[in-house]
């Protein structure tokens, strides 16, 4: 449903219509994907909507052989994108560590259900948050955005090129799916310009080109095939060249640039909003669609008399360990909300360092966690 004026466009629409459509707007050129619940409304709107802008939408064999087509045509100089599910980002994590050994910016959307295995493929979770992290062998880089709503879900879609283009580095984006299939009211203003990373280019030439130079910023300019540059990519670590290396120091080197480039870049990328209040002894820490009954939760407890300090971030890998560090300076625990067993409850301890308790939350038979169930947990500390 649309409703239009000159200056704004009013949209009911899902969450995976907003991730479509948030990738567009980046410039998404090339989407590879493999149908599967509850993504696949991805891939049903950019098989229509990408040739229209003259785009590429290719359905793939399986979702393996999805995220190598993305990261080719990344290669060849397409922001290019794939969408999942549980079974499907597990296929994907080999080439997902090619992508980020080889640095080839890409963006890989996973919206979360019930698992392992083929587990609950219409229900939603959130149990999808470590392998986002470590689902792919080795140390590596890796960024996580997590929206808690339709209008987010666009703009953070945009926002995982951006980060992708601008560090060389594949972006996953993780909904789940309520996020996926909730209709929601999203008004667009015609007007409203967004920044759009492109990545850096090499300003040399041809045969002084290094594509995985040692520079300043740690992320090296970028060449498209078919550019007049001739490099070789592969999943080896590599020299500044580009080409396999079993020299140690060149190993440590490139190995430590390749984590460097995220960690000292971190207050850059992590994003948090907070909600506190002065004195406030109880904190609340929750992500994605458990945010929504989170600040329900917030709500009502606060119309109690009771003072919460509440963070949801928007970026789950970074993790948001300074915000956290902080919180638990300030309360006597944090309720960490989650459709999982708690695995972003580790990650709060880990960054509490005993500071504080830690009180998980937690539903793992595909319903939502409800408002009152968090809020039973807020009312038993008080």
């Known amino acids: 449903m649309k409703q239009k004026n000159d200056q704004f466009e009013v949209k009911v629409i899902t969450g995976n219509e907003a991730c479509a459509e948030g990738a567009l707007a980046a410039g998404l050129r090339f989407f590879a994907g493999y149908p599967i619940t509850p993504s696949s409304e991805i891939a049903e709107i950019l098989s229509m909507r990408l040739p229209a802008v003259g785009g590429k939408f290719i359905q793939m064999e399986d979702e393996i052989g999805a995220m190598g087509a993305v990261i080719g045509a990344s290669l060849v100089g397409s922001k290019a994108m794939t969408a999942t599910s549980g079974p499907g980002f597990s296929l994907k994590q080999e080439n997902l560590g090619y992508a980020a050994m080889a640095e080839v910016p890409c963006v890989v959307v996973n919206v979360m259900r019930g698992g392992p295995s083929t587990g609950l493929p219409t229900l939603p979770s959130q149990s999808d948050l470590m392998q986002a992290r470590w689902g792919t062998h080795g140390d590596h880089p ?14 953070l879609t945009i926002r995982a090129f951006n980060l992708s283009e601008k560090y060389r580095v ?13 209709n929601e009211k999203v008004i667009f203003d015609k007007k409203e310009k967004f920044e759009l990373w492109q990545r850096e280019t090499p300003d040399v030439p041809p045969e002084n080109y290094l594509p995985y130079k040692f520079t300043e910023s740690d992320v090296p300019p970028m060449v498209s095939f078919g550019k007049g540059y001739r490099f070789h990519v592969t999943g080896l670590v590599h020299d500044e060249t580009g080409f396999p290396t079993n020299n140690s120091e060149q190993i440590i080197k490139f190995l430590q640039r390749l984590n460097r480039k995220i960690d000292r870049y971190a207050d850059d990328i992590i994003q948090v909003h907070e909600d506190s209040e002065e004195g406030a002894k109880i904190g609340l820490f929750a992500f994605g669609s458990t945010a929504r009954s989170a600040k329900n939760a917030v709500n009502l407890a606060r119309e109690k008399g009771v003072k919460i300090n ?5 970026v789950l890998w970074p993790f948001p360990q300074k915000h956290v560090a902080r919180l638990a300076d300030q309360c006597d625990c944090i309720i960490v909300p989650e459709m999982n067993l708690g695995q972003m409850a580790h990650e ?20 939502p966690i409800r408002p009152s169930e968090i809020l039973d947990a807020i009312m038993e500390r008080v």
């Open 142 to 155: 890796i960024i996580a955005l997590c929206p808690h709503g339709v209008r987010e879900t666009y703009d």
């Open 170 to 182: 594949p972006v996953i984006l993780l909904l789940d799916e309520i996020i996926g299939h909730v």
């Open 310 to 314: 509440f963070i949801r971030p928007t």
């Open 348 to 367: 709060v301890e880990w960054a509490s360092a005993g500071k504080t308790e830690v009180i998980k939350v937690n539903r793992i038979d595909g319903e």
